[in-house]
């Protein structure tokens, strides 16, 4: 596919800092014509409407022991936009409760991008996966290894040093299951903890997505090869507040 104007992307995201920064690089670089919102506040009274009073207890749980410990802070400070960036958000927006809502589907349909981001929402359901065309996650984890959330937590909670780092995947209908497009592996530091393993990472495979966009542009297709079998899925309830008693070091 070759490209004589800039790629028409849509962005799929959530409102924490990276998904902020990747919409700023998108926006620079490209022609970002829409951004699709569903804050993670949105997500958490979505479990409790759905009455899966696990899930929002574990993820009201994380959300105040993030902003406890700075969590939210760190990566605010290391996410910073540069001077003179554009303000956040920088084109049309659309703020969602849901990211599957019908008005998401809609709008797809009508702009018809030539390629969706993804990053942090709510899974995707088949209409908006239907009317999105070709979606690119960037997955904080080792894939297939690590898929859900927390990866780099259990990683290194395993110990599973060489399964550390981002996948930039094309998105299915599974839960992180897609085509693998490149891996992208941080240095590791003998200070490191998960946050600071998992900022790396995203930064590096931001920059590394948009210099694979722009190989697109120029048409230059994007690589693929499916996943190998194995891993495993990790929700947001299977970290406890037991693992980070035990562990508080690990995943500050």
């Known amino acids: 596919m070759s490209h004589r104007r800039p790629l028409r992307i849509v962005f799929l995201s959530s ?18 014509v829409a951004l699709v ?9 979505r479990l409790l409407r759905e009455r899966k009073f696990i899930d929002w207890t574990a993820a009201t ?24 960036a554009p303000i956040w958000p920088p084109v049309q927006t659309i703020n969602v409760d849901w990211i599957n809502d019908p008005a998401v589907v809609q709008l797809l349909r009508e702009i018809t991008p030539d390629i969706c981001l993804l990053m942090c929402t709510s899974i995707l359901r088949k209409p908006v996966l239907e009317a999105a065309g070709t979606i690119v996650n960037i997955h904080g984890g080792f894939l297939p290894y690590y898929r859900g959330n927390h990866c780099f937590f259990f990683a290194l909670y395993h110990g599973a040093i ?8 094309f998105v ?44 697109l542009q120029n048409g230059v297709e994007l690589p693929r090869r499916p996943q190998p079998p194995g891993g495993k899925q990790y929700y947001t309830r299977d970290r406890t507040p037991l693992h980070d008693i035990l562990h508080p070091r690990m995943g500050e």
């Open 37 to 45: 919102v569903e804050p993670a506040s949105s997500q958490r009274k």
């Open 61 to 84: 749980y994380h959300a105040w022991r993030r902003r406890l410990l700075g969590l939210n802070a760190y990566r605010k400070r290391y996410f910073a936009l540069p001077t003179g």
């Open 162 to 169: 060489d399964r550390i780092g981002s996948t930039i995947h």
């Open 172 to 215: 299915d209908e599974g839960v992180d299951t897609g085509d693998i497009i490149e891996h992208v592996i941080p240095t590791i530091y003998p200070d490191d903890n998960a946050e600071k393993l998992y900022c790396r990472a995203e930064k590096l495979a931001i920059h590394r997505l948009m210099q694979l966009l722009e190989g």
């Open 15 to 32: 409102d924490d800092a990276h998904q902020q920064y990747l919409a700023a690089q998108v926006h620079e670089r490209f022609d970002l």
